[in-house]
């Protein structure tokens, strides 16, 4: 696997190595000491996987308590992948990246804790993996809005039509009054 790193502190690119011939391929997504030597040293607790239909945006949500890193990958289809740092101290601090996850590149994303997160789904339908480092806590769970005017991210919105968003995006926070880490 090769890591690349962003212009985010501490958020990482990893790209796996596909072997594939006649009869399909194979790739290691994930090796724990590997992991922990070149990215970060942090333990897995829980997995999830999603699927979407084309235009459902999710995100760009983090948790104050429990926070959560995650390393994303697309399994299935193509989506535009975000994370924002929200940490104070830090010197990219309110700053994002984005990056194409798919099936076919295989690439992941490490997103630290103290980061928001999000992506929305290019292709017809998408199923995203990911592990994250501490249990999901619906209690203090935040989402930023996606269109928020100070971070400015150009989603690749289809036909520049507006995302499908669950009730909890719909209400999301500006990111100037969004609770921010130390």
Known sequence: MKVVDTPLNDVKI??????????????????????????????????NHSKSQQGILRGLHYQLEHTQGKLVRVTSGTVFDVAIDM????????????LELSADNGKQLWVPAGFAHGFYVISDTAE?????TDYYHPESEVSI????????IPWPLLNKTAPSLSNKDLNGVDFNTAPKFA
């Open 14 to 47: 990893i790209e796996p190595k596909k072997f594939g011939d006649e009869r399909g391929f194979f790739m290691e997504t994930f090796r724990d000491d590997w992991f922990k030597q070149n990215c970060a040293n942090v333990t897995f607790v829980q997995d």
């Open 128 to 132: 995203f993996v990911y592990k994250c």
């Open 145 to 152: 809005k996606y269109d928020d005017r100070t971070l400015n």
């Open 87 to 98: 940490r104070a101290s830090s010197s990219t601090f309110g700053q994002w990246f984005g």
